[in-house]
């Protein structure tokens, strides 16, 4: 049984820094790609940023580039999202998500998530 396990939110004043952290387990955590999605009340969910395999490749979405750093351990099966100069548009619920393709940003194409973590920044 595939588990993704999100942890590490809370609440933050705006220009703070929050590190989240997904553990998996259940699967070959070095075959999938990693990424980390966030849905706001009443949003869809969007792509935040994803790295490959071997954390040689990341990629983030304009939004948060600059700000967060996403990296993983394969060794502890965890892929972790660094987020610095929080701002209050980034309130969310933050999923990760394992994906066998390559380079996905959407929803569709990734096979399992975790239950989410939540971020509140305040202002």
């Known amino acids: 049984q595939v588990q993704l396990v999100e942890s590490g939110g809370g609440l933050v004043q705006a220009g703070g820094s929050l590190r989240l952290a997904c553990t998996a387990s259940?699967?070959?955590?070095?075959?999938?790609?990693m990424g980390w999605f966030r849905q706001a009340p009443g949003k869809e969910r969007e792509f935040v940023a994803l790295?490959?395999?071997?954390?040689?490749?990341?990629y983030y979405s304009d939004s948060v580039k600059g700000r967060f750093t996403i990296s993983r351990d394969n060794a502890k099966n965890t892929v972790n999202l660094q987020m610095n100069s929080l701002k209050p548009e980034d309130t969310a619920v933050f999923y990760c998500?394992?994906?066998?393709?390559?380079?996905?940003?959407?929803?569709?194409?990734?096979?399992?998530w975790g239950q989410g973590t939540q971020v509140t920044v305040s202002s």
């Open positions: 259940g699967l070959t955590f070095s075959s999938y790609y």
């Open positions: 790295i490959d395999r071997n954390g040689g490749f990341t």
């Open positions: 998500g394992a994906s066998r393709l390559p380079v996905r940003l959407r929803v569709d194409d990734y096979d399992y």
